[in-house]
C-alpha cells in the first residue's frame, strides 16, 4: 500500500536555527512528492514539489527539500526559520499510474506542527 | 488569477439531513479534487472530477457523491448525514491536460473549505 509517513507530531526551532521536518514514503514506481502548510482555518499551500531531476528542490518562502530515494525521504528544510513559519506543515504522495493518464489522488501525511519560538 | 473557492465557508447541518458543497476550481484547471479533514484521520482523498467523469474515488460510503459542470467547477453531497461527517472539507484544482504534456502541472492548489458541524 502506498504511504507517507511524517514521524514528528511536533517540531520546536528557535527562530534564526535551521529547521528539518521529516517525511518518509512508500510508493510503487517514481513517486511524486509535495509539502503544503496549513495555516489555522485556511486551506493548505503548495511549497514545493519532487517530480524529476535534482535532488534538492527549493520552494516558496526558502524552503527546501532533499529526494533521497535509497532512504525513501524527502525531508522540509529552511536555513533560517521565522516565527510565521510556524504552522501545519504536510508531505503528500502522488501515486504514479504511468502512460499517458494521470491521477489527482494525493496521499497524506499525518502532519507536523512547526513551532517556532522568538 | 483568483484562487480556489469553496461555498459556503461554514456549515451547520442536524444528523440525518444532506449537504451540497460547492467549489470553483482555478480558471482554466479542469481536474478538481475533494479531500476531507479531520483531527482523528488527517486528510482522506474523496473523489476527484476530470472533464465532468469521475476519475478516482476514495475509500467513503456511497453517501458522499460528487459532479463536476462543464465549467469544470464541482459540488460534493453528503447524504444522511453522520455526527462523525464534521469535517473540513477541502476541495483543490490542478492544470491537468489528461496527459503530459508542457501544461501538465503536478501539484494541487487548496481552496479555503468548508467547515461542515453536524449536530
Known amino acids: 500500500a502506498q504511504s507517507v509517513a511524517q514521524p514528528e507530531d511536533q517540531v520546536n526551532v528557535a527562530e534564526g536555527n535551521p529547521l528539518t521536518v521529516k517525511c518518509t514514503y512508500s510508493v510503487s514506481g517514481n513517486p511524486y512528492l509535495f509539502w503544503y502548510v496549513q495555516y489555522p482555518n485556511r486551506g493548505l499551500q503548495f511549497l514545493l514539489k519532487y517530480i524529476t531531476g535534482d535532488n534538492l528542490v527549493k520552494g516558496s518562502y526558502g524552503f527546501e527539500a532533499e529526494f533521497n530515494k535509497s532512504q525513501t525521504s524527502f525531508h522540509l528544510k529552511k536555513p533560517s526559520a521565522l516565527v510565521s513559519d510556524s504552522a501545519l506543515y504536510f508531505c503528500?504522495?502522488?501515486?504514479?499510474?504511468?502512460?499517458?493518464?494521470?491521477?489527482?489522488?494525493?496521499?497524506f501525511g499525518q502532519g507536523t506542527t512547526l513551532q517556532v519560538k522568538p | 488569477k483568483a484562487g480556489v473557492t469553496q461555498t459556503p465557508r461554514y456549515l451547520i447541518k442536524t444528523r440525518g439531513q444532506q449537504v451540497t458543497l460547492s467549489c470553483s476550481p482555478i480558471s482554466g484547471h479542469r481536474s478538481v479534487s475533494w479531500y476531507q479533514q479531520t483531527p482523528g484521520q488527517g486528510l482522506q482523498f474523496l473523489f476527484e472530477y476530470f472533464s465532468e467523469t469521475q476519475r478516482n474515488k476514495g475509500n467513503f460510503p456511497g453517501r458522499f457523491s460528487g459532479r463536476q459542470f462543464s465549467n469544470s467547477r464541482s459540488e460534493m453531497n453528503v447524504s444522511t448525514l453522520e455526527l462523525g461527517d464534521s469535517a473540513l472539507y477541502l476541495c483543490?484544482?490542478?492544470?491537468?491536460?489528461?496527459?503530459?504534456?508542457?501544461?501538465?502541472?503536478?501539484?494541487?492548489?487548496f481552496g479555503p473549505g468548508t467547515r461542515l458541524t453536524v449536530t
Open positions: 503528500a504522495v502522488r501515486p504514479y499510474q504511468g502512460g499517458s493518464s494521470n491521477t489527482g489522488k494525493l496521499i
Open positions: 483543490a484544482s490542478s492544470l491537468d491536460r489528461g496527459r503530459k504534456t508542457a501544461q501538465f502541472s503536478y501539484e494541487q492548489y
